[in-house]
């Protein structure tokens, strides 16, 4: 089997991992709709052959810096006043 020029990869020993494909991100960039399907058809059929899809998303809404303050406090206090 072969997977993006791989050859002789058992599919249950791979993983797609998809980060931030969710729809808060695209407003800026309409372009952005075009991987969605194409995303989807490689997360179907890595898993109907046995492989392992991880979706990770990232929390954006009003209470993102108080679920993320770990984060906010630890990383991005070096970078940016808030």
């Known amino acids: 089997m072969q997977y993006g020029g791989l050859s002789g ?8 991992i998809v980060v931030d494909l969710q729809e808060n991100f ?5 372009m952005n ?3 969605v399907a194409p995303v989807n058809r490689m997360a179907e059929q890595l898993r109907s052959k046995g492989g392992t899809v991880v979706w990770i998303t990232s929390d954006v809404g009003p209470d ?6 770990v984060f906010v406090s630890c990383v991005l ?3 940016t006043s808030y």
Do not use: H, K, M, T
């Open 64 to 69: 993102a810096l108080d679920n993320w303050s």
């Open 9 to 16: 990869v058992a599919a249950s020993q791979c993983a797609l």
């Open 77 to 79: 206090a070096s970078r």
């Open 26 to 30: 695209f407003p800026g960039c309409p």
């Open 33 to 35: 709709y075009e991987i």
